[in-house]
Antibody, heavy 118, light 108 residues
């Protein structure tokens, strides 16, 4: 069974960084791309970027360049999202999802709530 | 960036009604790469319709999707209480992927 298990909620101070994880089971992340999606409270979905874990190649929405860094560890079958210089605008639920290019996001993690507050 | 605009933002329907929501793209999208997701409060999005008109596993047959080019729609032939949710369209026509702003369906 395909599962994406995300790390727990984070409360972080403004200006700090945070690293979220998404551990896959039931498939090998090297066989697909891993995506990250942001959802601010009561707002819509925003695609952040994706990584090809087979070679580390990444693509980002320009809005998140400099804010988000996506990495992957194939030995642990885990994808990561690091967010830097956090502000209140980064308070959101962050989802991971798996999909090759062109394919729909058929599998999603449960989401990780990041709250940025002093 | 291919901007997706969904309308209406909020809609209300009574059980048994037929409803249609739309998704308009700022540039043409291949129908193969236009998808819809359902999201209920506090839950992760679920793939609902893929490639314009194909129902994801477990999606009731009262749902359908259609469209081409820059205009797409999701229709529910006879709304049920369990359909209350927000529906998002998504496209891939090159990076970045984009989502529409969502249509929230409320059941009277």
């Amino acid at each position: 069974e395909v599962q994406l298990q995300q790390s727990g909620a984070e409360l972080v101070k403004p200006g700090a960084s945070v690293k979220l994880s998404c551990t896959a089971s039931g498939f090998n992340i090297k066989d697909t791309y891993m995506h990250w999606v942001k959802q601010r409270p009561e707002q819509g979905l925003e695609w952040i970027g994706r990584i090809d874990p087979a070679n580390g190649n990444t693509k980002y929405d320009p809005k998140f360049q400099g804010k988000a860094t996506i990495t992957a560890d194939t030995s642990s079958n885990t994808a990561y999202l690091q967010l830097s210089s956090l502000t209140s605008e980064d308070t959101a639920v962050y989802y991971c999802a798996r999909a090759r290019d062109y394919a729909p996001f058929a599998y999603w993690g449960q989401g990780t709530l990041v709250t940025v507050s002093a | 960036e291919n901007v997706l605009t969904q309308s209406p933002a909020i809609m209300s329907a009574s059980p048994g009604e037929k409803v249609t929501m739309t998704c308009r793209a700022s540039s043409s999208v291949s129908s193969s790469y236009l998808h819809w997701y359902q999201q209920k409060s506090g839950a992760s999005p679920k793939l609902w319709i893929y490639s314009t008109s194909n129902l994801a596993s477990g999606v009731p047959a009262r749902f359908s999707g259609s469209g081409s080019g820059t205009s797409y729609s999701l229709t529910i032939s006879s709304v049920e209480a369990e359909d209350a949710a927000t529906y998002y369209c998504q496209q891939y026509s090159g990076y970045p992927y984009t989502f529409g702003g969502g249509t929230k369906l409320e059941i009277k």
